[in-house]
T-cell receptor
Framework: GAGVSQSPRYKVTKRGQDVALRCDPI?????LYWYRQALGQGPEFLTY????????KSGLPNDRFSAERPEGSISTLTIQRTEQRDSAMYRC??????????????FGPGTRLTVL | KQEVTQIPAALSVPEGENLVLNCSFT??????LQWFRQDPGKGLTSLLL?????REQTSGRLNASLDKSSGRSTLYIAASQPGDSATYLC??????????FGTGTLLAVQP
């Protein structure tokens, strides 16, 4: 079956532009997570959803970052007024059981964002 | 604050050798421990998930253990192959469901 997909795979933008990153989770997965990974580091948590409800957004760096999952499936991470420090790999993951210790997360290929 | 640490940062071994990757974490409130493999330009592949009530999990040549009391997990790879070359990440899952990752171990298996 299809895994987690993300689009675009690569995004180059100019400083000050807004970008929208899309995540399509594994079909039927309840929970969806966004992470950001800098070069040479492990991914860092940004936010997550159970169904359409945003459960935790404590990892979002500032108010330029927002995420939504309006129908409980596809999610969009939006970065407004991008800055060079936003350049990173943005990863999405999904899992099939909400709020459970059986919470194996499956990751997509990521979107490489470069802000010039 | 670094909650998850992986040692060594890099490791090079000859093909066929057995090896151990280490992961330590500072908070004992752990729900699960997940090991991932990361290949350049690709996503993270889940290798093994150990629940907090378990001590180890096995999949093929891989065996992962979890010791909550000491805050440690190990990933044992038997009879390593060049195709095992990748970055290996461990991640701690807590009550909030988010994963906290270590910085990874870059493994190179020499043919």
């Amino acid at each position: 079956g299809a895994g987690v997909s993300q689009s675009p795979r690569y995004k180059v933008t100019k400083r000050g532009q807004d970008v929208a990153l899309r995540c399509d989770p594994i079909s039927g997965h309840v929970s969806l997570y966004w992470y950001r990974q800098a070069l040479g580091q492990g991914p860092e948590f940004l936010t997550y959803f159970n169904y359409e409800a945003q459960q935790d957004k404590s990892g979002l760096p500032n108010d330029r970052f927002s995420a939504e999952r309006p129908e409980g499936s596809i999610s969009t991470l939006t970065i407004q007024r991008t800055e060079q420090r936003d350049s990173a790999m943005y990863r999405c993951a999904s899992s099939d059981i909400a709020g459970s210790s059986y919470n194996e997360q499956f990751f997509g290929p990521g979107t490489r964002l470069t802000v010039l | 604050k670094q909650e998850v640490t992986q040692i060594p940062a890099a490791l090079s071994v000859p093909e066929g050798e057995n090896l151990v990757l280490n992961c330590s974490f500072t908070d004992s409130a752990i729900y699960n421990l997940q090991w991932f493999r990361q290949d350049p330009g690709k996503g993270l592949t889940s290798l093994l998930l150990i629940q907090s009530s378990q001590r180890e999990q096995t999949s093929g040549r891989l065996n992962a253990s979890l010791d909550k009391s000491s805050g440690r997990s190990t990933l044992y790879i038997a009879a390593s192959q060049p195709g095992d070359s990748a970055t290996y990440l461990c991640a701690k899952g807590g009550a909030t469901n988010k994963l906290i990752f270590g910085t990874g171990t870059l493994l190179a298996v020499q043919p």
